[in-house]
């Protein structure tokens, strides 16, 4: 070979050895477990720096690197899902909302968790039993729980005194004509974030259990049930009552707690432990308190026969170890880090979510009893079916609100504008549900 081919093919070997080196573990052998999780746009600078601060944990422990990802949404967790399972290759551990653990659980791209793999994040008795109810079919779970977000009402105290107000009321009507009293002199009695549609069918969700109807049961979809309609009507009659602040329509949770935070309305809806935060720096702060939301639905005094008194959704995020991960050993770890007391007191510290693990949750809301609704609401909660399909369906019931935005910015939407839409949502749930594992 003469000496100019010789260095041409030498440079190639090396420029691959590089490539190859930085696919690899690195030059020095160090792994890197890559771990996505979802974006916190309420705390973005704090996310950043836990980032850091458990990366260090983690190399302290383990000596190999975390790599952390975000996605935005259900359907930006879906797709990179769907991707890495076709590559089979992506993220270590994936970070997922609980509802989304039936559809990552239909994949079958994730480990099936063993009593070693359970012991190895410290046995089933480290988490609180209510975060467990959407871990998988009892025996063949996938999910292991990492944070609890029960969703609450906060109530403006000083407002509710002067309208002589003890405390939000227990069933939808009641609560509707609280926030019909409230309402007056710049401020709304019920704000609730209309343009966040993640937010709009969990409401919904709850109404339709508080009247019987589960949505999903087996391969039955009930979409199109009255039941469905009355509880779309409850959401939206906020708006056309003028109880909520039109610009609801456009807002997400952010805005709307924003204007809570500012004295602009005397309740909100859907909110979580995350507030608390933005709360107590805000000019409402020492003046308001969270409650359970009503329990009874609309139309009824109690909660009728078949009816769900049911709090929130079973809400929080869970932890999901990929199938195809060469790093299962580390991706353990990392479980198991981000789950240990400590840890999860300081994630409470940071962001104010209440804890999975059942040591750290006692010793964080111990003689706070400001934060005893939120603890109510976890116990009061129901989990989502777990079925395959539940994110399609999930969709699709924010799709309803989505559409009827723009009726609802111009003031109110009618029972068969609601009809229409739940019509066409049944028809692609029903579809996306019977072809579900």
């Known amino acids: 070979m003469g000496r100019h081919r010789f260095r041409w093919w030498a440079a190639l070997v090396l420029a691959a050895v590089a490539v190859l080196s930085a696919c690899g573990p690195g030059r020095s052998g160090t792994r890197t477990l890559q771990v996505i999780v979802s974006v916190n ?195 939206y009659s906020l708006r056309s009552a003028g109880v909520a602040d039109p610009a609801t329509v456009g807002w997400n949770n952010s805005q709307t707690l924003a204007a809570f935070a500012a004295g602009k309305a005397a309740m909100m809806l859907g909110t979580s432990g995350l507030s608390q935060h933005t709360l107590d720096s805000s000019a409402v702060a020492g003046k308001y308190a969270y409650a359970v939301m009503p329990t009874i639905p609309p139309g009824h005094t109690t909660v009728p026969a078949g009816g769900v008194p049911t709090t929130s959704i079973l809400s929080g995020n869970n932890l999901v170890v990929a199938d195809y991960s060469l790093n299962q050993d580390l991706a353990f770890d990392y479980v198991d880090l981000v789950t240990s007391e400590a840890e999860q007191e300081h994630l409470f510290d940071v962001f104010g979510v209440l804890p999975a693990n059942a040591a750290a949750a006692a010793k964080a809301t111990g003689g706070r009893a400001d934060l005893a609704p939120i603890m109510a609401s976890g116990q009061g909660s129901v989990g989502t079916p777990f079925n395959g399909a539940w994110a399609d369906v999930q969709l699709q019931l924010s799709n309803v609100t989505v559409q009827l935005i723009p009726q609802l910015a111009r003031g109110g939407v009618s029972d068969a504008q609601i009809t229409e839409q739940l019509q066409a949502a049944q028809k692609i749930a029903a579809d996306a549900v019977a072809r579900a594992r």
Request: aromatic share 10%.
């Open 41 to 235: 746009g309420s705390y973005p600078t704090q996310q950043k720096q836990w980032f850091a601060y458990i990366a260090q944990k983690f190399k302290q422990r383990t000596g190999a690197d975390l790599a952390f990802d975000t996605f935005s949404s259900t359907s930006d967790v879906l797709t990179r899902m769907q991707t890495s399972v076709i590559s089979n290759q992506g993220p270590d551990v994936f970070e997922i909302g609980t509802t989304f653990t039936p559809t990552a659980f239909s994949t079958g791209a994730f480990t099936t968790l063993t009593d070693q793999d359970w012991a190895k994040v410290g046995g089933k008795q480290r988490f609180r039993p209510a975060t467990l109810g959407l871990s998988g079919p009892a025996g063949r779970e996938i999910a292991v729980p990492e944070t609890s977000l029960p969703y609450v009402l906060v109530y403006n105290k000083e407002l509710f005194a002067k309208a002589g107000i003890d405390h939000p009321a227990d069933s939808w009507d009641g609560l509707m004509a609280q926030a019909r009293q409230l309402t007056g002199n710049g401020v709304y009695g019920l704000d609730v974030a209309y343009g966040d549609t993640g937010d709009t069918w969990k409401l919904v969700r709850n109404m339709t259990l508080q009247l019987g109807n589960p949505l999903v049961q087996g391969k039955t979809v009930t979409l199109d049930d009255p039941r469905t309609l009355a509880a779309y009507r409850m959401l």
